[in-house]
Each structure stands twice: as C-alpha cells, then as structure tokens.
C-alpha cells in the first residue's frame, strides 16, 4: 500500500515498493511550515511540475544532498541538472517505466519561469504528473486551469488519486476543480495548492461538495496528514 503525506501547497511525499520521492518539494520558504529539506535523506526521485519557485523549491539541494534524481519537463531537468542535480528529462505526452513503475508527463495551463535574482529563465511546458507506484496511478496536476485534455485521462489512464489546485487566481477554483474531477473520474480526488497565501484562500469543503455531486469521492488530506491508497 503506498503512502502519500501533505506536506502543504503542493508538496507531496510519497513512499512505495522502490520509491521515496517528493513531489513539488516546496519546503524551506513554505508558510504552512510542515518539514524542512533536511527532513529527507533517504529519497531517491524528486518530481517537479514546474519551475516556479513555489514548486522547484528546494529540488536541487535536496537532490544533491541526497543523490535523488529530479524527474521534470526537459528545460527544468536541464537547469537543474546545470546546478549539479541528478535529472531525469521528460516531455508532455512522454511516458518512461522507472524501476519502481511507470510515469507520464501530462498537460497543464500555467507558465513555468525560473526566477534567478534578476533573470527569468525559461523553464518550458509546465506539466501534471500521472506517477504510478503500488500498481496504482497517481496524478499530481501541478498547476494548471481546466483544461479538455483531462477528459483524456477519465478514458484512458485509470486514475486511482487525483492531487487537484483549487486555489483559484493562478489555478483552477473549486468550481472548475471540481468540473475537472467530473472529467478525470479518479477514485479519490485529494485538493491542495489552497491557503498557502490570502489570494488563494479557498475552502477545500466547497470543493468537497461540488465534487461530490458529480459523484466524485473526495478526501480532504490537510498538511502534515497521511494517506494511505
């Protein structure tokens, strides 16, 4: 049975059969305050959607403290790998089978610069993640709006737990979150990447109930939490 922890925002830890990986490892600068870089010592993949700080986090010094391998769209991999990181390079639409399961890089509507004290770099695609462990498939969106492309992964991909943004501003709100659940039809739909800040100070209960009337089963799994899937 794999085991995911909130660790707030979107920041994820998750351990399986081969696999003890963050995902989305904002840590250090994060204001829910759940765990530290230094927490993780014994990771092996570290999976970013993005390259926004609120996202890359602290990826590369916990990659190279820890020999873990950054697992991310090709330009991200890249700066992290000129940083001295272990990386893993994908695209959207790619799908590799690591030792411990399969991983495909899926679409999302969002950007993806890197900030580097006065310089913006280019961070490519942002992207979901759909990370299989335990024989069960797990789908981190990262950030993005609704987008049609999840209908493709309610026929197709079998998704056991879906990590939805319900943040509004700068993703999905609850509504359209809850829309996007309905499309992906994953036997749970965990919400997160709410409250981190005042402007994406949503209630995870309105998505919640939204999403429940579709017929969607919702767990909401507050940082620091475990679940067990």
């Known amino acids: ?34 765990a530290k870089p230094e927490d993780f010592t014994d990771i092996n993949y570290i999976f970013v959607t993005h390259g926004h700080g609120d996202h890359l986090g602290d990826a590369i010094e916990i990659a190279k403290e820890t020999g873990a391998t950054i697992v991310s769209i090709f330009e991200t991999a890249s700066y992290c790998g000129s940083k001295g990181a272990n990386i893993h390079a994908m695209h959207i639409g790619g799908t590799y089978q690591f030792p411990f399961g399969r991983v495909k890089l899926t679409p999302a509507a969002h950007g993806s610069a890197i900030v580097e004290g006065d310089k913006i770099i280019y961070g490519g695609n942002p992207c979901g993640m759909i990370i299989e462990v335990d024989g069960k498939n797990l789908y981190h969106a ?51 990447h709410y409250k981190t800040w ?32």
């Open 1 to 34: 049975m794999a085991k995911l922890r909130y660790l707030g925002h979107a920041a994820f830890y998750i351990e399986g059969e081969g696999l003890k990986a963050l995902i989305d490892p904002f840590l250090s600068q994060n204001p829910w305050n759940i």
């Open 198 to 229: 005042p402007v994406i100070d949503k209630d995870p209960e309105e998505f919640k109930k939204l999403a429940e009337e579709k017929g969607i089963k919702v767990e909401i799994v507050k940082p620091g939490q475990e679940y067990k899937f």
């Open 142 to 192: 990262g950030d993005t709006g609704l987008i049609a492309d999840m209908e493709l992964l309610g026929k197709y991909e079998n998704i056991d737990v879906a990590l939805l943004p319900i943040g509004g501003n700068f993703t999905m709100d609850p509504r359209d979150a809850a829309i996007a659940a309905e499309m992906i039809k994953p036997k749970i739909a965990i919400p997160m």
